[in-house]
T-cell receptor
Framework: GAGVSQSPSNKVTEKGKDVELRCDPI?????LYWYRQSLGQGLEFLIY????????KSGLPSDRFSAERTGGSVSTLTIQRTQQEDSAVYLC?????????????FGPGTRLTVT | DAKTTQPNSMESNEEEPVHLPCNHSTISGTDYIHWYRQLPSQGPEYVIHGLTSNVNNRMASLAIAEDRKSSTLILHRATLRDAAVYYCILRDGETSGSRLTFGEGTQLTVNP
């Protein structure tokens, strides 16, 4: 079946512009996670959704970052007024349920470059 | 969160077994040991997980020390496709929505 998909695969934007990154999780998966991977920081957690609500937003680095999930499916990560330090690969993962025993399936990521 | 320690890199030859170690001396009784790997230019993928007993699946085996302070991921016959960064991660079995906390991982190189 289809895995987690993300779009766009690559995004180049100018500093100060807003960007939206999209994640389509595996159908039926209730839990959805956003991570980012940058050269200096490794893989870090950003936010987690259970259904449409986000019980854990603790990883969002600043108030320029926000995310939403609608219909318990698609999620959008928005970065406002992008900065060069936002350059990274943004990874989305989904899981059947929000329980440790369920593996997380990752998408291919969106590579964001802020110039 | 309890921390894991892994070697930065390891090397293996194709078709030979590989033992990837992980230390987690501060593991709690409810922490599960998970392994993920990340192939070049891809998102991480699940490999295996366990609590106390050794585990086997089609990808690998997980050997857990009796005191649970360390574990070893075993690839029985390494292939070139197994070249990846391997992450050992602890996940709390009592809380929901448990994020994956990635460390530096071990970069595995497989020589032909």
């Amino acid at each position: 079946g289809a895995g987690v998909s993300q779009s766009p695969s690559n995004k180049v934007t100018e500093k100060g512009k807003d960007v939206e990154l999209r994640c389509d999780p595996i159908s039926g998966h209730t839990a959805l996670y956003w991570y980012r991977q940058s050269l200096g920081q490794g893989l870090e957690f950003l936010i987690y959704f259970q259904g449409n609500s986000a019980p854990d937003k603790s990883g969002l680095p600043s108030d320029r970052f926000s995310a939403e999930r609608t219909g318990g499916s698609v999620s959008t990560l928005t970065i406002q007024r992008t900065q060069q330090e936002d350059s990274a690969v943004y990874l989305c993962a989904s899981s059947l349920e929000d329980h440790h025993s369920y593996e997380q399936y990752f998408g291919p990521g969106t590579r964001l470059t802020v110039t | 969160d309890a921390k894991t320690t892994q070697p930065n890199s390891m090397e293996s030859n194709e078709e030979e077994p590989v033992h990837l170690p992980c230390n987690h001396s501060t593991i709690s009784g409810t922490d599960y040991i998970h392994w993920y790997r990340q192939l070049p230019s891809q998102g991480p993928e699940y490999v295996i997980h366990g609590l106390t007993s050794n585990v086997n699946n089609r990808m690998a085996s997980l050997a857990i020390a009796e005191d649970r302070k360390s574990s070893t991921l075993i690839l029985h016959r390494a292939t070139l496709r197994d070249a990846a960064v391997y992450y050992c991660i602890l996940r709390d079995g009592e809380t929901s929505g448990s994020r994956l906390t990635f460390g530096e991982g071990t970069q595995l190189t497989v020589n032909p």
